[in-house]
């Protein structure tokens, strides 16, 4: 009997042992988990996905949402979340769902998701999130982290719009708008060509695919010459493009008509070495530019 008592007691002794070392590790990953939410710059938040509700967040975080840390646990995510991405955010949650579901890990939950969060200074500004699921005593939790991206996306919307206008310009432009690589010497149109305004066949905008097919031979050999002229000029030289040149060239149609143009063009290198050549070019009329 006595034997019985020693070896439970000193089974109770490891286990007590035991469970000290492992509580004592699981307080200093708390601390270690409270000492970066209070000290990174980073905006990370852990999220209940069925109560939609923080349960932690970084102090980073709370700072752009502009709620205190004891009050965090009170405030619905669609408080802090733009309604518009609200949406986009519960499709994603599904998206990955069904993934989970099919058999792909839940930690690739979202590679990159752009939303808007309310910021206490500035209103709505956008951020791209990055997240991933995890289940911790039987809930559902979305760790994530944001990054401001508010300035790519009005760079971005500003691109947009100046693209809309350019191609409104480009669309009533007199001008034929191009540009060529001087490595494989394709001619892009940036512009299209219509018959009406240009007296050239109509064509789309995008890479001629045949210089033959659109220019006569003589004019592809003195073009192609002039063009090696350029290149080797530009690369002698600290510039990195030429002064604009103004050249005549002639343009095939599919009935057998020549159209004579005028051409004015830029060459340019960039800092790999490579060469693109960009112009305009304008039909002549026998009493003059059209």
Request: hydrophobic share 40%.
């Amino acid at each position: 009997m006595l034997m019985v008592v020693v070896v439970f007691t000193i089974v109770m002794t490891i286990a007590t042992i035991v469970l000290f070392v492992q509580n004592a590790r699981l307080k200093d990953r708390v601390a270690l988990i409270k000492l970066i939410d209070l000290n990174t710059k980073s905006l990370l938040a852990i999220i209940d996905m069925k109560a939609l509700k923080a349960v932690s967040a970084s102090s980073a975080l709370l700072n752009v949402l502009g709620i205190p840390r004891e009050e965090i646990s009170k405030h619905d995510i669609r408080e802090m979340i733009h309604p518009d991405d609200m949406k986009l955010l519960h499709t994603s949650v599904s998206a990955a769902r069904e993934k989970e579901r099919k058999g792909y890990p839940i930690e690739n939950a979202f590679d990159s998701l752009r939303i808007r969060l309310r910021d206490v200074n500035y209103g709505w500004q956008w951020y791209e999130l990055y997240g991933f699921f995890t289940n911790y005593n039987s809930r559902r939790l979305l760790c994530c982290s944001y990054f401001p991206v508010n300035e790519q996306m009005r760079l971005s919307a500003n691109v947009v719009e100046i693209r809309r206008k350019m191609g409104i310009l480009l669309s009533n432009s007199f001008n034929i708008v191009w540009e060529m690589n001087c490595l494989t010497r394709q001619l892009v149109l940036i512009s299209p060509i219509t018959r009406e305004r240009f007296g050239i066949d109509d064509r789309e905008a995008g890479p001629i695919l045949s210089n033959e097919d659109f220019f006569p031979e003589e004019d592809i050999r003195y073009f192609r010459e002039m063009l090696n002229r350029r290149i080797a000029a530009l690369a002698d030289s600290e510039q990195m493009n030429d002064e604009p040149q103004i050249h005549k060239i002639h343009v095939k149609n599919r009935d057998g008509s020549v159209v004579e143009m005028l051409t004015r063009s830029t060459l340019e290198k960039d800092d790999v070495g490579q060469y693109t050549l960009y112009g305009v070019s304008q039909r002549i009329q026998n009493n003059g530019f059209h």
